[in-house]
């Protein structure tokens, strides 16, 4: 973890060094080996590394900094800031006024996209490993460009003839105070087209926005009031179904999982036994099991304003009546003291020594 945690630490030394170098000394510092090497890893390994970490909404761990719907949208802007950047870092010679106006505005678009996702994120650590030294390069790149195609300007004698090229060279060719400003306008315009290309493989027009809004927990998520009352840990098919109708799914006390105090029925004390005895005889079965069933958790928790209707909750409940009954001969015919392990679910560590003492 420490050699992960240092190697992804270098793109942002070298960044913040080759800045600094740049602002006291007119130029950067750092070696272009060294640069082509830290490049890809501010670049690419880092963007991905970061979007691979929670890739789904969820209430109870990690969840998706961007909507998993509205995700093409960003990868796309990702992608082609990405290329914008190789292409000025790489390039010996200026494009078209047109092309070289499309490059400058994607760069800038990746410093705002940035700056909008370290907000966003709320995370000084990713911001600082992630987000500032993609920043830092990408604003080195832009003065290059800005350098490069001055001189062309000054030496090369070229002269737009068409009306969108006499525009674009006039405003490459201002001062950057208003050259880049001009530009970050301009960058609402293919941001339109963006979108409206983007639509032909299902996206929406605001999924740009809504990429950062339909998330959990962050900066810009305006879905948070979907977590409301969703007891994390406790979303499972036998732990919704004791929270049905008294009289049909007979709550028998409370119980305590991961500092929440949950209703137990007997249906649910024989299940949590069931597992438990699995996970003592056979760890990488129950593993497996596990797995799988974690999923109808992160499902049912998803859906928890349909579960948590007392209807559904008594449905489940005797849905789930064969599976109580296999557990509980499971129970019978292999642990030595099977309503001692079933009595003991759900208790302080105190309580269940006693019972096991008993």
Known sequence: MIAILIFISFPAIFSFINFIG?????KPIVNIFILRIMEPGAFIFLPWLYISMATENDCCGDSAAFSPQHLPTILTIIILCVAAYFYSSYRKKISSPVVEIIVNSLLLMCIGLNIIIAIHTNDLFLATLGNMPIILFTILVLVKNHKLFMEFSNHSGFKPNKM??????????????????????????????LSALLLLIGQKPDSLVRAFTDTYKHGFSQWDHKCDNVQ???HYLCSVAANGHKKIVRPKRLGIRKG?????NRQLLISNAFEELLQENLPQLHKSIRKQYNKVGNFVHRYYSVFNIKIISDLIYLLMKPLEWIFLITLYTFSRKPENRIAKQYLSFSDRQKIENS
């Not at 740049?22 to 007119?26: H, I, P, Y």
């Not at 105070?177 to 293919?190: D, G, Y």
């Open 22 to 26: 740049f602002v006291t000394r007119g």
């Open 164 to 193: 969108v090229e006499k525009l674009c060279w006039r405003i490459l060719t201002s001062k950057p105070i208003i050259k880049f400003p001009v530009i970050l306008v301009i960058c609402l315009p293919i941001l339109f087209i």
């Open 232 to 234: 994390c840990g406790g």
């Open 260 to 264: 929440n105090y949950i209703i137990c």
